[in-house]
């Protein structure tokens, strides 16, 4: 199971938007893709406890944005 902790770039660190509850030392992985396929592919075998077809409707529905 994954843990998702949203975080802003601040040109050389990450900080997270929230308070992570992890001990301190842990290792993490940042996945930034282009598309929601990247992401897929990244996160492919994480358990989800949430409707996917609930979170592709969302999706769908907002506008896209580059950073």
């Known amino acids: ?3 998702v902790i949203e975080a802003v770039y601040d040109g050389e660190s990450f900080r997270p938007l929230q ?3 992890l001990p301190k030392g842990t290792k ?11 992401l897929m592919r990244e996160i492919e075998g994480i358990e989800v ?16 944005v580059r950073y």
């Open 1 to 3: 199971m994954g843990t």
């Open 28 to 38: 993490v992985k940042v996945i930034v893709g282009e598309t929601i396929w990247d």
């Open 49 to 64: 406890k949430a409707n996917l077809g609930e979170v592709f409707e969302d999706v769908r529905g907002r506008e896209r």
């Open 19 to 21: 308070k992570a509850r």
